[in-house]
């Protein structure tokens, strides 16, 4: 039986980019729906009521919400190839952790960066790093936070990579002098074709937010 | 077999109480280590290093901390009476739901309680608002995991032993039981099955709690 795989999104999320990453590394073909958040489609708002937000993955008309959960989905179900999650429960409750201090502790101190001014953003650059660091001493000396392999943390945290030039560019600051193994990590993955095609390009990206924030 | 397990946690933590429900559902025998956060143990800070909270659970000298990586944890050790449906659709919408209570419900009852005038409207409101959504949800269904508890009830279960508490606390209706009839069922259902009467914190000490976090709170304004 043939699936029916569509990805309700927005090209410049890095919530959106880990269910592409997922999608891609199990090899799933499927139709990628580009949203606007600003008019948002009829499917959208029909398929995420509660939410009325993407990625939004709709596997043979059923709908599934929140990126993390998706990715969880996309592993159960397409269990045979590239599994994200080791075997081990100790170990897969390890990254289910760390990818959720991705999602309560990194995602958040990324904001103040970049929306902030002044004393406020002096203070959320300063705690931006210290959890780059945290996240660093995590992955260690290991070739990605999953060890050996690609994992469900790789997966939460690679995609902010495309948004690391608005964070620099904006908090005037280099993550790479301050986290080079973190940016070595980010050079490996993207070595990796199914990531080199999912994530957005970084200037594209920067591009999209100057002019949100009107200022081409 | 000799399996170590240990609970770390408070008297009154709503998280902690999670992992105690799981493992008393699933029958694991545990060790209780009861924590005072105003002066943590050595053993806490190192089992816990980046959060320092309770709960953490301790399994065979394995430290696992956050409460939801530890009902999922407890999932994938013990298989039997299992939390989570076997459907990956269902599991979906269960770890959405259980999404959902810490996104939403929690952040807005918390608010309820730390926050006054307008801000404290606005919190009750979002909470009122969340509950709606609970309620659509359980139509059809006794509990969130349909015939029996599952993960979501327990996610969710601190409603049924706090959301009076607050009530009495704050003077302020959450769940009334014409406008939230399931929701009002499902708390007291919940809330009777032995395995979780037996692990509720004594109330008066609760409200004791409680009240002197609101007081506290009005005081710093």
Known sequence: ?216 | MGEEVKVFRTWSSPFALRVVWALDLKGIKYETIYEDLSNKSPLLLQYNPIHKKVPVLLHNSKPIAESLVILEYIEDTWKHRPLLPQDPHQRANARFWIKFGEDKVFPAVRDSLLKQGKEQEEAHEAALESFKLLEEELKGKKLFGGEEIGMVDIALGWLANLVSVLEEVLVLKFIDEHKFPLLSAWMRLFADIPVIKQSWPPRDKLVTKYIAIREARLATN
């Not at chain 1, 410049?12 to 606007?36: C, H, I, P, W």
Request: hydrophobic share 40%; with cysteine.
């Open chain 1, 1 to 216: 039986m043939a699936d029916e795989v569509i990805l309700l999104d927005s090209w410049a999320s890095m919530f959106g980019m880990r269910v592409r990453v997922a999608l891609a590394e199990k090899g799933v073909n499927y139709e990628y729906k580009e949203q606007d958040l600003k008019n948002k489609s009829p499917l959208l708002l029909q398929m995420n009521p509660i939410h009325k937000k993407i990625p939004v993955l709709i596997h043979n008309g059923k709908p599934i919400f929140e990126s993390l959960i998706i990715v969880q989905y996309i592993d159960e179900v397409w269990h045979d190839k590239a599994p994200l999650f080791p075997s081990d429960p100790y170990q897969r409750a390890q990254a289910r952790f760390w990818a959720d201090y991705v999602d309560k502790k990194f995602n958040v101190s990324t904001r103040k960066v970049w929306t902030t001014k002044g004393e406020e953003q002096e203070a959320g650059k300063k705690e931006f790093i210290e959890v780059l660091k945290v996240l660093e001493g995590e992955l260690g000396d290991k070739p990605y936070f999953g060890g050996q392999s690609f994992g469900f943390v790789d997966v939460s945290l690679i995609t902010f990579s495309s948004w690391f030039r608005v964070y620099e560019t904006f908090g005037n600051l280099s993550i790479e002098k301050e986290c080079p193994k973190l940016i070595a990590w980010v050079k490996r993955c993207k070595e990796k074709e199914s990531l080199s095609k999912s994530l957005a390009d970084e200037n594209k990206v920067l591009e999209l937010v100057r002019k949100n924030l009107g200022m081409e």
